[in-house]
């Protein structure tokens, strides 16, 4: 069940908010010990939060599309009285006495929090292998990453465990695990979404966004989700939209860019395929698909890289005399930061400027770019190398070739499936919009969304 | 703040791969000139920062 569906169940009197609650604590006690998707799971605030909810239903107040949805959070976003570790062992015991703006903001909308899932240690890789708190495992196959670094949250929603889970994304942490998992994750656009109670990573990179089973309820979680916030310096006071798309959604009049370069190269046929196949059918909708060469791809995500590498060795600089409490791959990226010179940081901050000039020249000819959101399906857990077209790549860097430099960028985006592979495992497609169109985004990948089902 | 020192048997094995990355920034680089300005500049102009 989905958000949509639950909400007019609920409101039919179908089903009660405690009785959708209890659905998803049962599922998370049945398949949570082979999976591990959640660190903490909150079943006694969470049927007291439920029953609250009911009543509120039952005496006429009704907090709209979000009341009694069962939610989770991940869990280096800040929960008041609920521990959030990041993943980490340095956060092990850490309870903040505060709840992060999203998590509030969810709340007021009527959500129910079930827990807090598991990550990639302190968000920094896309695996969710976490040597603390033991791997994440795909629900496709228990052999798989469900990528990261919000695999809990991918892993939650795409077994029905949580209809919701907040996610973030730095380097396509939202969008990694969206993909693997075969559910929707939006990144939104930098400072639609605030940051605040968010354990930070790169601070000019981070992003918050939902992970759905639909477009239309990450649509719903986002318009929640969303609005200024003046604990965040980063945070827009651009008005939040109506983003839930209509349904059936025409595209007419959408120029959809599909890239000439970059995109479609080093990618699993079976991805290339069913991605391209999606475009060609956006036209029956209305769109018109437009062939475009984008600004060089692999310039874009050395900048995105450097300036993560320097972000996030100064934010854990204080912690790096317990060098026994960070995992072997997250260490040697901190290690890695520290070697960055303050002069390599700021002309990466100046090409980024650049190439932010150049992208919004793209933008000015079409209204979205479609591109696969990972070249390939999930890996193996452990695995260090994949092969693509006869050469053997990083794991690591050939997940998050499309969507790193996303993040310097700052537009958003949003993945989608887009069918699965013979091996029976899920494929995603990314649609990229300009910054603050997320309206945009979601219609686009609504009509994709009801063209594959 | 900590300023504990990278291990030598962490900087081997790190070194190729920053030295490549910075080796590579480099020739990104050129493309800057003079006026190019930085990404993070505070922008008191702007509406958002009302």
């Known amino acids: 069940m989905n958000i949509v569906e639950a909400g007019n169940a609920l409101r039919k009197r179908k089903i009660s908010c405690r009785e959708l609650t209890d659905e998803c604590l049962t599922k998370i006690q049945d398949l949570n010990p082979a999976l591990n998707a959640f660190i903490t799971v909150c079943e006694d605030s969470a049927r007291k939060q439920a029953e609250k909810l009911d009543e509120e239903l039952e005496d006429g107040f009704d907090r709209g599309p979000l009341h009694g949805i069962p939610i989770a959070h991940k869990d280096l976003i800040c929960t008041k009285g609920v521990r959030t570790t990041s993943g980490s062992k340095l956060f092990s015991d850490y309870v903040p006495d505060y709840d992060a703006t999203v998590v509030s903001r969810l709340h007021e909308a009527g959500t129910v929090m079930l827990g807090k899932t598991g990550l990639h240690e302190l968000a920094y890789g896309i695996t969710s292998n976490n040597p603390h708190f033991g791997p994440v495992r795909n629900p496709h196959g228990h052999d798989r990453v469900p990528g990261g670094s919000s695999g809990g949250a991918g892993a939650a929603v795409a077994c029905g465990m949580a209809l919701m889970a907040t996610g973030t994304d730095t380097g396509g942490s939202i969008r990694i695990p969206a993909s693997f998992c075969g559910v929707v994750g939006l990144k939104p656009t930098y400072g639609r979404v605030s940051r605040y109670g968010v354990r930070p990573l790169g601070l000019s990179l981070d992003h918050i966004g939902p992970l759905t089973s639909t477009v239309r309820d990450a649509a719903i979680a986002l318009h929640a989700m969303a609005g200024f916030d003046d604990r965040d310096s980063s945070c827009s006071r651009e008005p939040v939209l109506e983003y839930v798309p209509p349904s059936p959604c025409s595209l007419g009049g959408v120029r959809i860019g599909v890239p000439q370069n970059y995109y479609f190269e080093g990618v699993a046929g079976e991805v290339r395929d069913a991605v391209q196949t999606v475009v060609r059918n956006t036209e029956s909708l209305g769109a018109r698909v437009v062939s475009v060469r984008v600004p060089d791809v692999e310039e874009l995500n050395l900048v995105a890289r450097t300036i993560l590498l320097a972000e996030a060795s100064a934010l854990y600089e204080p912690y790096m005399d317990q060098r026994a409490s960070f995992g072997d791959d997250v260490l040697a990226l901190l290690d890695q930061g520290r070697l960055v010179p303050a002069t390599v940081y700021v002309n990466a901050q100046r090409m980024r400027r650049l190439l932010l000039q150049e992208w919004q020249t793209i933008c000015s000819t079409v209204d979205c770019l479609i591109t696969p959101t990972t070249p390939t399906a999930a890996p193996l857990i452990g695995q260090r190398e994949m092969e693509m077209d006869g050469r053997k790549i990083d794991v690591r860097l050939a997940t998050t070739r499309f969507m790193r430099g996303v993040n310097a960028l700052g537009f958003p985006a949003l993945s989608i499936p887009c069918g699965k592979t013979a091996e029976n495992l899920p494929m995603g497609l990314q649609v990229i919009g300009r910054p603050f169109e997320e309206d945009l985004v979601l219609r686009v990948g609504a009509a994709i969304e009801d063209l594959v089902l | ?50």
Do not use: C, H, W
Not at chain 2, 3 to 32: C, G
């Open chain 2, 1 to 50: 703040m900590s300023t504990s020192a990278i291990p030598n048997d962490q900087l081997e094995r790190i070194l190729p791969t920053v030295n490549d990355l910075l080796s590579r920034m480099n020739k990104v680089f050129e493309r800057l000139s003079l006026t190019t300005d930085s990404a993070l500049v505070y922008e008191l102009a702007r509406g958002d920062r009302k």
